[in-house]
């Protein structure tokens, strides 16, 4: 069966009035205004008007987002100051004597680890950054799987999220076996991969938090580390060199120039990067390249296989920017060291270099990241107990990421 012209042309007219709000029988005034309205969306101005009208609304929609974000994320001095103290505190816990001997000390030690650990989640967890809270959540959920171990030596959770501790458990030895608590202990405290080493984790990303608001630059992240859970089923990958012979040997020389790199990167988030200032920041960029090379030309022939890892990584991640240190001058060889054109970097826009050291996740933030692992490794030596990172820098831990300040 065939559809007429009559037939077609009133249907039409039927969907323009429907989506434009006209009646065919409106009289006069409802036909032109279907008329005009037509008018309108054939020429192009109804839908110039309408993309008008959503791009403003979607600007007010974001406009209020970035607020309610910001005032989501302030910084917190106190919290930022409590994470310091205990991560100085818990990383402090590793250097310890660890024999029945010393009992005495390392009692004077766990208590400062619980009250340095009490202040900094007491503060945390009342924060107003929705992300230091976060962070208290979850350091509180990790020491909520530890609270058998904490039990044994006299150490109990509080409903309050912070801790005690009994001196008579802490120093009781088993009268039958004469066993002490050293081994419990050490498991706790002792040692990348303890409890200690993954709480400091914490309080680095605490502290990066609460000092940076809502802005995070490696600038200001004295703790450069990520969040985020691995599996105790992770393993390094095979991608990286084999070289080395000791995963635990230490090396002096490597760590030196991991943190003489470390204050490098921290720099170039200091100064003013800009256009106005182009001198300035090829010289501390020049710096960087210099320690950077440095850094890998030794770490690659360290004994420690980690440590040759963990360079291999940061090769990686420079090599993976390679087309934007172009754009500024920078060269990565063939085996991944650095090289700078003065005239060509000092012809380039700044805003390339304030790209790679400005911001979450940036360039720089990861950079410091790779060479807080380095750093790690090569200082920590024999306490990894041949403990192993996944390409990503991370241990099995409970949703804790892998950081260590060099400089404090």
Known sequence: ?????????SGISDTYSALLGGSA????????SLLTDYASIKNGSYGKMMKSYYSKVKEEDESDSSKGSSKKKETDAA???????????????????YSADNIDELYDKVKA???DYNSMMTNASKSKNSDVKAQADALNDYTYQNYKL????GITMNSDRTLSIDEDTFKKVNEKTGATNVPTLTTLFKGIGSFADKA????????????????????????????????SSDKTDGTSSNVGTSKTAKDAASAKLASALYKSVEKMGTISIGNDNKSGVYNVFSTLIDDYNALIKKSSESENSNVIKQTDYLKDLVNSNKSAFAKMGITVKSDK???????KFKDSDMSN??????????????????????????TQGDSLNSQTYTSHGSYTAAGVGSSIDTVM
């Not at 904490?150 to 030596?153: E, R």
């Not at 270099?353 to 090569?378: H, P, W």
């Open 1 to 9: 069966m065939g559809i007429s012209l009559g037939g077609l042309n």
């Open 25 to 32: 029988s409106g009289g006069d005034v409802g036909g032109s």
């Open 79 to 97: 919290s930022a100051s409590a994470a310091r103290k205990f991560y100085e505190t818990a990383t402090g816990m590793n250097a310890l004597d």
């Open 113 to 115: 680890f619980v009250k």
């Open 150 to 153: 904490f039990s044994k030596i």
């Open 200 to 231: 400091a984790d914490r309080a680095s990303t605490i502290y990066r938090k609460a000092g940076e608001g809502e802005e995070v630059t490696s600038a200001k992240a004295k703790y450069a580390g990520t969040t985020g859970s691995t599996s």
């Open 337 to 343: 060291t650095l090289s700078i054109d003065e005239e």
């Open 353 to 378: 270099v304030k790209n790679l050291f400005t911001g979450a996740y940036s360039f720089a933030e990861k950079m410091t990241d790779r060479i807080n692992q380095i750093y790690r490794y090569a």
